[in-house]
Structure formats: structure tokens, C-alpha cells
């Protein structure tokens, strides 16, 4: 398979070297290949690796099979997708509750499976929601811009608000957890708050309406440590309602939605942000008003 890239670039005047290497963060093994195989054009022209760019010129990349090798993985139903926001290189989606965002086998088919069927490509998962939560989901969808949207996540670039309706009432209108989060040794599909072997987590709780014996919260991620919301909101005594591992106040399915997604477009500088929405979420609400 090869793959054309074409580029406006968004970014001011720089050299090609300095724009494949810490603005489009293409790896090094790869720029190699541009650089000997000469696949890399400005405005249509073959250039160094020292010709200036400017902001507004057209980059024009050739990826070969041996660059980025085909990733084949059974294709599932595209009806099931409500796509957010979507482009040639990447799509947000709004994943139902109840669903992986990836299977754990090859040939387990999750929601991996159904985008890829919808946009008639392999997609590429840039970070995953717990099956038994909803909301936007963000995916490559091919892998030259993977590397690029991971390293937005990773730099913490990538905005990510959840809805939650927690145990009962929070006493301020924001509160930030940054209890480390660590493995349960006695039950390995669990996490539990662990300050001397967990991972550092924070997470910025804002209060947005009282219920009956809980509340609305929106919940803001820094970090996205596995369970990090449901376990933290458990050990402040304030479990999400419906959740099967931490809390024992049920709910017709685990009450957090991940609302938002935003963050900055890495090929053109522009400001994204989706707005997931969830009937069953909505529907949970209005069963404990």
C-alpha cells in the first residue's frame, strides 16, 4: 500500500528536516526513507533536507509499503457508527455503552472494527474508553498521522471531559484528586489508589447539579490512567452509580459519558472540539431526579 500525504503548512517558516522532525513528529526510521527514496516535495519540487518551508506551502510526502506496512483486521458493521468529526486522517466518534473500544483477540470485533468498516480503511486506536462507558473516541486513520495524535495525548494536549453521577454531594464546586493508581493484587480487573507503586493521576472534579443521594459531575482528565475517574471518585467516597467494580448503587448502566474531546489539529492549526451525547445517559438522569 502506498500512501500520499498532502500538506498546507500551517506552521511559520522553518527547514524541511525541522518540520518532519519535531512538527509532524514522523519517526526517524521513516524520514530516512523520505529522505533517500526523495519522496518528499514542496509546492511540487524535489528539495534538501535543509530547504526552507514557509507557512502556506504544500508538502507532499510518499509512504511506500516498507515505510508503514499493511495492517489488515476484520472490518465490522459501519451502520453502528455516529461519527463527530472527521477528516482524511482522523475521525472522533460516539461510542454506545457496553462495547470495547478494541478486542483483546484478532478476531474479537469492537468498535476498532466498525470504524475501520465505516471508513473502508484499517484505523488505529489513539486512546480507549472502558466498555461500559460512552462518548467520543478518537481514532488514526492511517499510520502517519498515530504517531503524531499520540504524542498529543502523551503532552497532555488532547482535552477530555466525562459526565458522572456520583455518590452523594461535594461539599466545594471543583476538587482535583491526584491519588496515585495502581493494580489490585487481589482482583486483576480492578484498580485501586496505591501511593508508593501507582502511577501519578490527577483528575479535576467540577460539581454541576445535586440528585437525590448523588450528584452530576463533570470530571476532567490530566492523565488517563486505566479507571482513573471510577477509582478515584470510589475512594473519595463517591463511586459512580451503576459502575460493577466499584460501587454498589445501581444504576441501568455505568453513569459516565465522556461529553467532550478537544485539542488543537496537528496539520492545520485548527481548534477541535466534539460534543458526544448519550440517550441512556440522559435516561439515567431523569430515573434518579
Known amino acids: 500500500m502506498t500512501l500520499h500525504v498532502e500538506i ?38 524535489a528539495i534538501n533536507w535543509q530547504s526552507p518551508v514557509e507557512k502556506g506551502d504544500k508538502i507532499s510526502l510518499t509512504f511506500d509499503r516498507e515505510d508503514y506496512p499493511e495492517k489488515i483486521i476484520p472490518m465490522g458493521n459501519a451502520n453502528l457508527i455516529e461519527p463527530l468529526y472527521e477528516d482524511q486522517h482522523l475521525i ?3 461510542k454506545p455503552e457496553g462495547m470495547k473500544t478494541h478486542g483483546n483477540e484478532p478476531t474479537e470485533i469492537a468498535l476498532l472494527n466498525h470504524v475501520s468498516a465505516y ?21 488514526a486513520k492511517n499510520p502517519f498521522i498515530l504517531p503524531i495524535l499520540n504524542r498529543l495525548l502523551e503532552d497532555k494536549n488532547i482535552q477530555r471531559q466525562y459526565w458522572a453521577l456520583a455518590e452523594g454531594k461535594f ?20 484498580r485501586v489508589v496505591d501511593s508508593r507503586k501507582g502511577q501519578v493521576a490527577y483528575t479535576t472534579i467540577t460539581r454541576l447539579k445535586a440528585f437525590k443521594g448523588a450528584s452530576l459531575v463533570n470530571c476532567q482528565l490530566k492523565t488517563g490512567r486505566t479507571h482513573q475517574i471510577r477509582v478515584h471518585l470510589a475512594h473519595h467516597g463517591h463511586a459512580i452509580l451503576g459502575d460493577p ?11 459516565l459519558h465522556a ?16 460534543k458526544a451525547s448519550s440517550d441512556s445517559f440522559e435516561q439515567g438522569l431523569r430515573n434518579h431526579k
Not at 511559520?12 to 513528529?25: G, H, N, R, S, W
Open 92 to 94: 472522533v466518534v460516539n
Open 171 to 190: 461539599q466545594t464546586k471543583e476538587t482535583v484528586y491526584n491519588d496515585k493508581i495502581g493494580r489490585d493484587r487481589h482482583d486483576r480487573r480492578k
Open 119 to 139: 471508513c473502508g480503511q484499517t484505523c488505529y486506536v489513539v486512546h480507549r474508553l472502558d466498555m461500559e462507558t460512552s462518548g467520543a473516541v478518537l481514532f
Open 8 to 45: 498546507i503548512n500551517p506552521y511559520p517558516a522553518t527547514t524541511v528536516k525541522d518540520l518532519l522532525e519535531t512538527k509532524l513528529l514522523i519517526p526517524r526510521k521513516i524520514r530516512h526513507f523520505l529522505r533517500t527514496k526523495k519522496h518528499v516535495l514542496i509546492n511540487g519540487e
Open 259 to 274: 461529553h467532550s474531546l478537544s485539542f488543537t489539529h496537528p496539520l492545520t492549526l485548527e481548534k477541535i472540539t466534539v
Open 245 to 255: 467494580l466499584y460501587s454498589h448503587r445501581p444504576a441501568s448502566r455505568l453513569m
